[in-house]
């Protein structure tokens, strides 16, 4: 584990701060591999989870001081994704709870992506994001090449890859890149208020949407129509929909504790 993740915990919803302001929270390996136990432990518990990171930047990316040797010769720059990184994202990808990211300040590189890859992504006006691979001859990481193309289709991800210019809040709200723009002071509230909204939800029910959403991405029409049907079954032998079918019939709220 490292001292450079907070775990802060209320009211069902577990925030995860990235907390190496010095380094813009630039990722290492060791963080990256404590980031993936800390939300394998807490989604046992939490209902909701924040992924956050401090006022200056959300995370700048990988720490390549921390990264590189001094002499690259022969050496294997994609080991650690496949390592820690990779791990890490297709973690995210398959936690049971809903994942929100607080987006302020910078978010390049692989902390683009851990913030992309979040089920709803809240950014303050002066956040950013930015794929700066190529100014140093790399190519985007962390499932940026799938996560953009997905989000703003193949020729703004493409822009945003070849030039690695700074995607303002503004317009990556206008690309379709994230789904909130907050006041930067307002940013973690706003992600606070959603996740403990969902806290409140049917959490069997956001575990298969979940599911089914990014197997949707990947898959053809009629396999995501044999995907809702297995996974509906499922959703209708819960007590979410149980107890979601009786307050509806009863006309009342739902309250969902599974």
């Known amino acids: 584990m490292t001292d450079k993740i907070l775990v802060e915990r209320k009211d069902g ?8 302001p010095k380094a ?3 990722m290492t390996a060791d963080m990256a591999g404590a980031l993936r136990d800390l939300l394998v432990s807490e989604s046992k518990t939490a209902r909701a989870i924040i992924l956050a990171g401090s006022e200056r930047a959300f995370s700048a990316g990988a ?3 921390a990264a590189m040797p001094e002499d690259t010769t022969g050496f294997d720059v994609g080991a ?9 994202m297709l973690t995210i990808r398959d936690l049971e709870v809903p994942v929100i990211s607080a987006v302020r300040g910078a978010a390049a590189g692989v902390g683009a992506s851990i913030a992309l890859a979040c089920d709803i992504i809240v950014a303050g006006k002066s956040a950013y994001f930015l794929e700066a691979f190529a ?12 996560l953009l193309t997905k989000a703003v289709g193949r020729v703004r991800a493409m822009e945003m890859m070849l030039l690695a210019e700074k995607i ?15 006041d930067d002071d307002a940013v973690e509230a706003t992600a606070f208020e959603i996740a403990a909204r969902l806290a409140q939800g049917p959490s069997h029910s956001y575990s298969l949407i979940r599911q089914a959403a990014w197997s949707a991405a ?4 009629a396999s995501a129509l044999s995907t809702e049907r297995k996974l509906q079954k499922e959703a209708g032998e819960s007590r979410d929909f149980a107890e979601g079918l009786a307050a509806f019939k009863e006309k009342r709220a739902p309250r969902f504790h599974s």
Request: net charge negative; glycine share 8%; charged share 20%.
């Open 63 to 65: 720490n390549l001081n």
């Open 13 to 20: 919803v577990t925030t995860l701060r990235l907390n190496d």
């Open 218 to 221: 990947d898959s053809d029409f």
């Open 24 to 26: 813009m929270n630039a």
């Open 135 to 146: 100014r140093i001859g790399l190519i985007p990481d962390g499932g940026a090449t799938w």
């Open 80 to 88: 650690t994704l496949e390592q820690e990184y990779n791990p890490l």
């Open 168 to 182: 303002p809040a503004e317009q990556a709200l206008d690309w379709g890149l994230i789904t909130r723009l907050a």
